[in-house]
């Protein structure tokens, strides 16, 4: 069973439109979570592949693993601002099979502890937009590029304790169980992207201390 996880905000339907279209031949079931829509788009209504569930928000980004405790299978997490390459999740699940654990196509090491900054404490960044030679370990990813079996990683809306900060809740969860987390190599502009302004990395800026803390308290 292979599971596509999306959460979409009103503003980006004509991406999720384009990111659910890349994805939806190569999955059994894609699920999107609508934060703040105030309908079902009509192009999620007539495959029976997709659930979607209107949503107020309250979950920000982790929205996108609601019941993934439910699934069975491999999941990938999604976002709607990127348009998935052919391929893509035959790429991700073997990524998968090979290390175990999580993968992503985005990661950050935090080698100098206990960190500084969430945000300019990293040592190292790879990015999902650029190309990453060979694949490495990190201790953050990216969740709108990521896969995992439901038999090596458990997640429940509990780990998620404050919206925008699933990168975190995750990380977090993974060291708890010992699972790695694996950045795949990736040659740059591998995936598409639309930039928008309204960015939930903009939006919470104010929160490094925060996230820093969270950061510092499973980090050792």
């Known amino acids: 069973m292979i599971t596509a996880q999306i959460a979409s905000i009103p503003d980006r339907v004509e991406t999720l439109e384009m990111t659910v279209n890349s994805l939806i031949n190569d999955v ?3 699920f999107v979570a609508l934060n703040g829509y105030k309908e079902v788009p009509p192009f999620l209504e007539n495959d029976k592949k997709i659930i979607r569930v209107l949503m107020d928000n309250s979950l920000g980004d982790s929205a996108k693993f ?3 405790d439910q699934r069975n299978g491999y999941v990938l997490t ?5 348009i998935y390459p052919p391929g893509y999740v035959q790429y991700m699940i073997d990524g998968v099979k090979r290390h175990g654990g999580i ?4 990661g950050k090491r935090y080698d ?3 960190i500084s900054s969430f945000r300019g404490g990293y040592t ?3 990015r999902a937009l650029t190309s990453v030679v060979g694949d490495h370990v990190v201790d953050l990813g990216g969740t709108g590029v990521m896969a995992f ?3 090596d990683f458990k997640i429940t809306m509990d780990d998620f304790e404050r919206p925008n900060m699933a990168d975190i809740w995750v990380a977090r969860a993974a060291v708890r169980q010992g699972v790695r987390i694996t950045v795949l190599s990736h040659k740059s502009r591998y995936i598409g992207h639309k930039k928008y302004h309204n960015r ?3 939006k919470t800026t104010s929160w490094d201390t925060y996230q820093t803390e969270v950061l510092n308290s499973f980090l050792v």
């Open 149 to 151: 079996h439901t038999d």
């Open 112 to 114: 100098n502890r206990p």
């Open 200 to 202: 939930i990395w903009a």
């Open 28 to 30: 059994n079931m894609l």
């Open 66 to 68: 609601y019941d993934v």
């Open 103 to 106: 993968v992503s196509l985005m």
């Open 124 to 126: 190292k960044l790879y």
């Open 78 to 82: 999604c976002d709607d601002d990127i």
